[in-house]
């Protein structure tokens, strides 16, 4: 197995910015600057810059911890263990999730599952599916204070304390955090059965070729020392200095000069046995670039191509599995539409450890082309402290501030900048707004279930079809921690459509683990969530609308769907 080259097609308009790249990346001496952790290669302060670049090594340094890793996964095995819930969310669970659906469970090995939503109905799916006292809890988290991880924490461990009482209940429980946090420490203090420490010097979203990805894929039984081979044969070719030999850094710096040309939508299309590494490369690129009004949007669950219908602001990218032929028709129509276009493909599925690193260094080398910082997520800390204070103003007075509709029908209400005697008004007078080289969001605050997806994906078709605009969807409150970064750092181009709507079920978010008190709940904490996005969104001047169906939320989607002409 090799690393997959890099073929690209129809650059030939964008040479001349493309050569100037390559002048500077030679003048500056880049590459060695970045292996140097030079962090002047980003910014002049080094503000969360060179104590983030710890993944450069990862592949290398994480063989070490084999061992460790090892022991621990035959441990739970002898100890009777069939299951594992990652509590996570972002990079502590884009990375496993990835790893679940691409290789499922070796024999013998641990069925994994990742939580990675607050609403009530995925949190209590899970309470009521798996066979609590053969499943082990890992609980993921860099910061070791992420908000939703913790709530999950405190209802699943009161859940099991309940069960098998506390004197058993630490048992099933694992932790993944850097060393020193909070959750290292209640780790200690609730008797945990094992406490893995990430590297402090590698950020979330970079942290897959670390515990936060190699302990999840050990427990379903995938080879992680073949998945770090494959690391360290992609960071190897990404120490090359000439570019044409550096894949990594070449894909950055096409990306980084097609963004500034204008191309700034990454399109991406992916072998489906693998389609899931579209949701981790997504949080990737759009958390790293999208700040300081620039940024690139992946898209990642785009199955309608033509061509000649598709704005002009996209790059494609197809990553296939070689005996792939599912995208072939498309990738040859866009070679004869004149689209910029990278091909990639793998000869095996354990090349995805060459494609993480390869698109970390991409990354990096992108933030640099576009003059910004990579590593840091200014955006998604204020959407979180919108968060926290809404849940503050619910804990002092046991209600949120209601907001008036727009328009409050049968269906529908309706929240935008503007009164509207019909959704179908104030829904057409939205779209309206949106010129080319925009996009559309929704936002999916609505219980993250295989139907609904569905009936989202068929607005998104439609929204598609209307406008030819890039258009994305996305699960709430998850993208927070990935693509709402972008949504609030770029320039300002995307439109976004929060769904809403009441939870058919609820369940109480314990204060702390094993406690019996609880001020909130689990729907009230994802009310918080959208409404302090969309705080935060129109703080940052983006055109935003509420939806909120007040009926069946598939029966609502369908309607909603057919407001759209």
């Known amino acids: 197995m090799a690393v997959p ?12 910015p493309i050569q100037e790249a390559l002048a500077d990346f030679r003048r500056s001496g880049l590459i060695a600057r970045i292996w140097k952790k030079d962090s002047t290669v980003w910014a002049e302060k080094d503000e969360e810059i060179s104590n983030r670049l710890g993944w450069l090594e990862a592949p290398e340094r994480m063989a070490g911890a084999l061992p460790e890793i090892g022991r621990f996964v035959e441990e739970v095995r002898q100890a009777g263990y069939t299951h594992a819930l990652l509590l996570g969310m972002g990079g502590s669970s884009l990375a496993p999730e990835v790893f679940g659906k691409v290789f499922g469970t070796a024999k013998g090995f641990l069925q994994l599952k990742v ?23 890992i609980v993921s988290s860099k910061s070791g204070t992420t908000l939703e991880t913790d709530s999950f924490l405190n209802f699943f461990y009161t859940m099991a304390a309940d069960a098998v009482g506390k004197a058993r209940a630490g048992a099933q429980f694992a932790a993944i955090t850097d060393p020193g946090t909070r959750l290292e420490k209640i780790s200690r203090s609730l008797e945990f059965r094992r406490s893995f420490s990430g590297d402090p010097d590698i950020g979330g979203r970079f942290s897959v070729l670390s515990p936060f990805g190699l302990v999840p894929a050990a427990l379903i039984g995938m080879d992680i020392s073949l998945l770090l081979q494959q690391g360290q044969k992609a960071a190897r070719l990404c120490r090359n200095s000439s570019l044409p030999d550096n894949p990594g850094a070449s894909l950055g710096l096409l990306l980084g000069v097609l963004a500034q040309a ?3 939508k990454a399109t991406f299309l992916i072998s489906p046995r693998m389609e899931s590494f579209g949701a ?24 309608e191509f033509v061509p000649d219908k598709l704005g002009q602001d996209r790059v494609f990218v197809a990553i296939q599995l070689a005996e792939d032929r599912t995208y072939e028709p498309v990738v040859g129509l866009l070679k004869q539409a004149g689209r910029p276009l990278v091909v990639m493909a793998l000869d095996d599925l354990y090349e995805l450890g060459s494609q993480f690193f390869l698109w970390e260094m991409a990354t990096a080398v992108a933030g640099h082309v576009l003059r910004i910082n990579p590593f840091d997520q200014p955006n998604v800390a204020a959407s979180k402290k919108k968060t926290e204070a809404l849940l503050n103003i619910y804990k002092e007075r046991g209600r949120f501030a209601d907001g008036k509709p727009d328009f409050d029908g049968p269906d529908f209400a309706l929240y935008s900048d503007a ?8 829904l057409g007078r939205f779209l309206r707004n949106a010129r080319a080289g925009n996009y559309l969001v929704i936002q999916a605050f609505l219980p993250p279930k295989p139907e609904i997806d569905a009936a989202v994906q ?36 995307g439109l976004f459509i929060q769904l809403t709507a009441e939870d058919k079920i609820d369940v109480p978010v ?8 609880s001020f909130c709940s689990f729907s009230i904490l994802k009310q918080a969530q959208a409404r302090g996005d969309r705080e935060a969104l129109r703080e940052r001047g983006r055109r935003i609308i509420g939806i909120h169906f007040k009926t069946d939320v598939l029966d609502g989607l369908k309607k909603l769907n057919s407001l759209i002409n």
Request: hydrophobic fraction near 30%.
């Open 115 to 137: 939580l990675d939503s607050t609403d009530p109905e995925a949190v209590l799916g899970f309470k009521n599916s798996l066979p609590l006292e053969k499943t082990l809890f």
């Open 280 to 303: 981790w490369v997504e949080q990737l690129l759009a958390e790293s670039t999208g700040k300081d009004g620039r940024g690139i949007l992946p898209i990642v669950k785009e199955h």
């Open 510 to 517: 314990p204060d702390e683990p094993g406690s019996r008190s």
């Open 5 to 16: 080259l890099i073929e690209t097609f129809n650059l030939e308009s964008f040479q001349s």
């Open 262 to 264: 204008g191309k700034d």
């Open 458 to 493: 068929k607005l998104t078709a439609k929204l598609r079809s209307k406008t030819w605009l890039a258009v994305t969807s996305e699960f709430g409150p998850r993208f927070l921690h990935s693509t709402g970064q972008l949504h609030k750092g770029d320039a300002g181009n």
């Open 419 to 426: 009164p509207a005697t019909s959704m179908e008004e104030g």
